[in-house]
C-alpha cells in the first residue's frame, strides 16, 4: 500500500494532468450494504478500456485506485488557518 501511495504522489506532482480524478459518486449505479448472505458491494459504470485493463490483460498498464478522503481533511484544505503538524 506505501508503494502505491508514493506512486500516487508522484504522479500528481509530476503529471497531473494525466491523473484522473472522479468522484466514486459519479460512477455509482448500485450498492448495498453487508448483510449475513453477502459482503456490502458498490457497483460502478465505467469505460471498456478501464474494465479490459483491469480483466481481460496479464500486464495491467494502468492502476486503478480508490481513494478515501476524510471529512476532516477536506475541511482542512478549505481552511487559511495552518496548524502545527501542516508546515513543511
Do not use: H, W
Request: glycine share 4%; aromatic share 4%.
Amino acid at each position: 500500500m506505501e508503494d502505491l501511495a508514493k506512486k500516487l504522489q508522484f504522479a500528481l506532482e509530476k503529471y497531473p494532468q494525466q491523473v484522473e480524478l472522479v468522484p466514486v459518486a459519479d460512477l455509482l449505479l448500485d450498492s448495498a450494504r453487508q448483510n449475513e448472505k453477502r459482503p456490502a458491494f458498490v457497483k460502478l459504470a465505467m469505460a471498456d478500456e478501464l474494465v479490459k485493463s483491469l480483466r481481460g490483460q496479464r500486464q495491467q498498464k494502468d492502476v486503478l485506485l480508490l481513494v478515501r478522503i476524510p471529512g476532516e481533511v477536506l475541511e482542512r484544505s478549505e481552511s487559511r488557518i495552518v496548524l502545527p503538524g501542516e508546515v513543511e
